[in-house]
């Protein structure tokens, strides 16, 4: 009896299998994406300026911001151009809304101011305490920059009913903060607008 061997059976196995991992590699390989930046964000905004006040006060206080054009942003104005009010808080009177036919109170008191640029020049940012009665009410201001992220100043102070207080001045030098300074005191009241 006569063995005839034939390894062709077993090559063309061989071969077939290559091509199928071969093909599945070069699939897998066209599937990657690139690996994504992580943690990345370009907001179109490059300074906020936050006030905040207790969450229980019925108390309206109003932020006001004055840039190097002259013109005031407050509750009366809310955009020069590159400043914008986000958020006029009025304290506990403007804090329920209806959400899907419910009555939700959101109990934050807080106003923001977005600052989209930075023209170089000097900036004032004051608070008014707008009700006329009631008791001192602690604020808390933040001036934070988004590009790059920096908080450019971080502060508190107490008003009385119907008090307007600088909180802070700073000046921008070729697109920087500097020569931030909370001891001047520049009313704003009354030159709202342009």
């Known amino acids: 009896m006569r063995r005839y061997s034939s390894n062709l059976a077993f090559v063309d196995l061989l071969f077939n299998l290559l091509v199928g991992f071969t093909s599945l590699f070069v699939i897998a390989f ?35 911001v004055r840039g190097p054009d002259g013109k005031v942003v407050s509750y009366s104005y809310k955009s020069n151009g590159f400043i914008t009010l986000k958020k006029d808080d009025l304290g506990k009177s403007s804090d329920t809304f209806v959400i899907n036919g419910e009555r939700v109170a959101v109990t934050r008191n807080y106003e923001i101011t977005t ?48 008090q307007e207080r600088t909180i802070v001045t700073f000046r921008v030098v070729e697109g920087k903060v500097t020569d931030v300074r909370s001891d001047i005191n520049v009313r704003l009241r009354g030159e709202v607008g342009p």
């Open 30 to 64: 066209l599937l990657i994406n690139p690996i994504a930046k992580t943690g990345v964000v370009d907001p179109p905004v490059v300074v906020m300026v936050e006030l905040e006040w207790a969450d229980d006060s019925t108390r309206d206080l109003d932020l006001y």
């Open 115 to 162: 600052m989209t640029v930075l023209p170089d020049g000097d900036y004032v940012v004051n608070v008014h305490y707008f009700s006329p009665k009631g008791n001192p009410e602690a604020v808390n201001l933040r001036i934070t920059g988004l590009q790059p992220f920096g908080v450019h100043y971080e502060g508190s102070l107490t008003l009385s009913p119907g």
